[in-house]
């Protein structure tokens, strides 16, 4: 019902910036919240920042101030804007919308900064 695409990961110097970009498509609703979860090696997946179809957001503490989600309602896209990158911020970041219908998940895109 819900098709999530990811893109824009890549492999960052520590320091650097990442812009990921998330594209919805099917039976959107107008009330929804979608988000950027990550998971890294050997550890469990974790919220990274959620923003609601009205534009309330929401930031784990390990990237308030460096990262920030916004969206384009009228395209369907997600974004999460990464600054000030650390080798910790090294993970798989998901795609994630949440509805009536549903939780729906993208493939997800690898984030690598290296040191």
């Known amino acids: 019902q819900v098709q999530l695409v990811e893109s824009g990961g890549g492999l960052v110097q520590s320091g650097g910036s990442l812009r990921l970009s998330c594209a919805a498509s099917g039976r959107i609703l107008r009330i929804n919240v979608m988000g950027w979860y990550r998971q890294a090696p050997g550890k469990q997946r974790e919220l990274a920042a959620t923003i609601t179809s009205g534009g309330i957001t929401n930031y784990a503490d390990s990237v308030k101030g460096r990262f920030t989600i916004s969206k384009d309602n009228i395209k369907n896209m997600m974004y999460l804007q990464m600054n000030s990158l650390k080798p910790e911020d090294t993970a798989v970041y998901y795609c994630?919308?949440?509805?009536?219908?549903?939780?729906?998940w993208g493939q997800g895109t690898q984030v690598t900064v290296s040191s």
């Open positions: 994630n919308l949440e509805q009536l219908t549903g939780q729906y």
